[in-house]
């Protein structure tokens, strides 16, 4: 070739074709991101829809459909379904405060007709019920975007102070 000025950090190996690897993506880079991909499709980070939780209690059944896996800063519904197996004087439903840590609730359905918090627990009261009468309840809320880690606590149902179910929820909350 012959003698060109070129300008400084340019020569003549510029001039050159690419060879067959350097003219495409690397393959790494595609598989790499072709994992994440498949990870986030197979819900590694959440998105998984909801998870149903039973307890069938002395006194009533109590249903719990939540995520178990959500990313923070991220939007979710919470549904519980509560069958008393007894005619209930005052139906409460009670949650741990642990479980909403770093939670923003924005809303509930139907309303409560009374609101509390004592013996460690939210509790909404939603009044008499017949046994085999379903209620339930639709909960949106979002995860607040600092939260890292897991929340749990413990909701449950009862009649007036009486405990007639319970149960354990756990949701697991990533990045």
């Not at 909801?50 to 959500?70: H, Q, Y």
Request: avoid cysteine; hydrophobic fraction near 40%; proline fraction near 8%.
């Amino acid at each position: 070739m012959s003698d060109i000025d070129f300008p400084e950090g340019l020569g003549h190996p510029h001039l050159e074709a690419p060879t067959p690897i350097r003219r495409h993506a690397s393959p790494l880079s595609l598989l790499i991101l072709g994992s994440l991909v498949a990870a986030a499709l197979l819900g590694a980070f959440g998105g998984n829809g909801l998870d149903r939780l039973e307890a069938d209690g002395a006194g009533a059944r109590l249903a719990v459909e939540t995520p178990a896996t959500l990313r923070n800063g991220e939007f979710y519904e919470v549904r519980v379904a509560i069958v008393p197996k007894r005619p209930v004087t005052d139906l409460v439903f009670a949650v741990e405060p642990s479980l909403w840590r770093q939670t923003t609730q924005n809303s509930m359905l139907p309303a409560a007709a009374e609101e509390s918090f004592s013996d460690g627990a939210f509790r909404f009261s939603y009044g008499p019920a017949d046994a085999g009468e379903e209620r339930r309840i639709k909960m949106d809320f979002q995860i607040n975007p600092s939260l890292l880690g897991n929340v749990a606590g413990t909701v449950s149902v009862l009649d007036g102070d009486s405990e007639l179910a319970s149960l354990p929820v756990t949701i697991e909350v990533r990045p």
